[in-house]
């Protein structure tokens, strides 16, 4: 390239005839980035490099001068920072640096090619800025609004870029500000949110019926108000479906977004101007000033006021039905499907109490953990792991028995297994080839249901006498489909037992 020959070459100038072509030059943004102070001098006058790509007519003659290559920040500062990497004494020279000085060296990490370079750079001077000056230069603004389909996301980080400059400080800190400054939608008020008044319903003692004050106006069971909001026709179709976002509403746009801004700015080093209502107006779009005909917060709020009084909840998590009643038919019916429901039991109990009982007979019977995804079956695996002083049970003649009754007898069921020469379908491979027969153990089975099919990680596996540690470690599972009976694990059916995940797999008619 002409331009790097003149500066091996310690040239300063040099005339450059313009031909014909289709293309103008090969990386024009690298030219204009690396020379781009460079002078061009023409019949038109003398203008910088980076602003003459229109001064290259065919067959003119141009004078460049002042060719010297463009040197960045981070290129100036890399050999320095280079050596807080080589000779860590050297980091004693950063507490009489200033701060000006300081952050532009956090901005030239961005030299270093290496990510292990850049993140230990990072730490050392963030660290210095932090203990000398009090200030978290690591820390990223986010400006978080409200989403509105009116408001320009770009506009909004104009403004708010716009402001951080409008700051006293130092100017580097604020370029970098701006350059990592994120702006993040929040998500709006769904029509349920809106809506649903339920869970405040439930936590109520007594409820009164408010009924007389509605009239006959809406559908009425056993003397009290209850309908179904797609039965009633003056009901919006937006507000039907309770999972419909809603749009803000328009007196609420400008405020809201004002206090979010203004929201987000106390947290850095420097004071930004107040925000005005004023300033606001590049931020919203031709679509804010019109009328989309969406669900607006505005019409889900006036209709939920023609039915204060009532209980609002959803029908069996369906999202497109809302059911509408008086907070004593509600009470009714809460009661006959919990309290009055003999299949559960009223605790007065506190959550907190709750939780410490839970946890002290977690701890007591020395569980190490409950569950993890088992990444070879892609479900979700029941590990039943313990201390190793606490194995999870020993195999007992009152167990086997319980087996043999359900299974029938055991010894011809040992004596087949062990006489199938390819390993078969009934028994399982040991390392030394010999097809054994799996009986597992633990000391409780609450929770386990008939046939339930569910991973085994953990505990004491035992193969006909021979007791493997079913620990994560050495890669030993099974897969039960199981009968449950006095806390032993019989009737089942194994699935898999292996040491590793490329051990065969052998599988049980239990």
């Not at 439930?202 to 006959?216: N, P, Q």
């Not at 005005?276 to 005909?293: F, K, P, Y």
């Not at 059911?323 to 605790?347: A, H, I, T, W």
């Not at 590990?383 to 011809?412: F, H, K």
Request: with cysteine.
């Amino acid at each position: 390239m002409i331009l790097d020959a003149c500066v091996s070459s310690r040239v300063s100038s040099v005339w450059i005839a313009c031909v014909g072509g289709e293309r103008f030059v090969e990386n024009w943004k690298v030219i204009k980035r690396k020379f781009g102070s460079s002078l061009i001098h023409s019949n038109a006058g003398t203008s910088l490099l980076r602003k003459g790509k229109d001064l290259f007519p065919p067959g003119h003659r141009l004078l460049v001068s002042a060719i010297v290559p463009f040197l960045s920040r981070a290129l100036i500062l890399k050999l320095t920072l280079s050596a807080l990497l080589s000779d860590p004494p050297s980091r004693k020279e950063l507490m009489g640096w200033d701060f000006a000085v300081l952050v532009r060296a956090f901005t030239a990490v961005r030299a270093f090619s290496e990510k292990c370079s850049r993140c230990r750079l990072w730490l050392i001077i963030s660290g210095v800025i932090r203990k000398r000056f009090h200030v978290n230069v690591r820390q990223r603004l986010i400006v978080r609004a409200t989403y509105d389909v009116g408001i320009s996301k770009p506009a909004l980080r104009s403004l708010c870029a716009k402001l951080i400059m409008m700051a006293d400080g130092d100017d580097e800190w604020k370029r970098m500000t701006v350059r990592r400054m994120r702006i993040v939608w929040l998500k709006n008020q769904s029509v349920g949110d809106l809506l649903f008044n339920f869970r405040t319903a439930a936590r109520k003692e007594e409820l009164v019926c408010t009924c007389e004050s509605f009239g006959h106006g809406f559908q009425r069971v056993g003397g009290h108000v209850c309908f179904r909001l797609n039965d009633v026709k003056d009901a919006p179709v937006c507000i039907r479906n309770n999972r419909n976002v809603v749009r803000p509403s328009r007196r609420d746009v400008v405020g809201r977004l004002r206090a979010q801004i203004s929201s987000s700015f106390p947290d850095l080093g420097f004071k930004v101007p107040e925000v005005r209502r004023g300033d606001l107006a590049v931020c919203m779009n031709e679509v804010w000033r019109g009328d989309l005909g969406v669900c607006n917060e505005d019409e889900v709020i006036t209709w939920t006021k023609k039915v204060e009084g009532l209980v609002r909840t959803p029908i069996d998590h369906n999202p497109g039905d809302t059911l509408v009643c008086c907070p004593v038919k509600y009470s009714e019916g809460m009661r006959q499907l919990f309290l009055d429901n003999d299949g559960f039991v009223e605790c007065d109990e506190s959550e907190e109490s709750l939780l410490a009982a839970t946890r002290a007979a977690y701890l007591e019977r020395n569980f190490d953990r409950l569950a993890r995804w088992d990444i070879r079956v892609r479900q979700q695996a029941i590990v039943l792991m313990r201390l190793p002083l606490d194995p999870l049970s020993s195999a007992s003649r009152r167990s086997t028995r319980i087996g043999q009754e359900r299974q029938g007898s055991g010894e011809d069921r040992w004596d087949k297994t062990r006489r199938r020469e390819d390993g078969g379908d009934d028994g399982v491979v040991s390392e030394d080839g010999e097809v054994l027969l799996v009986e597992v153990q633990a000391s409780e089975c609450e929770g386990v249901n008939h046939g339930e099919e569910f991973h085994l990680v953990g505990g004491v596996i035992h193969l006909c006498g021979k007791e493997l540690l079913a620990s994560e470690g050495d890669g030993v599972f099974a897969g039960w489909s199981l009968g449950v009976s006095g806390g032993v694990f019989d009737g089942g059916g194994v699935g898999g037992v292996t040491r590793d995940s490329t051990a065969p797999m052998a599988k049980s008619e239990a």
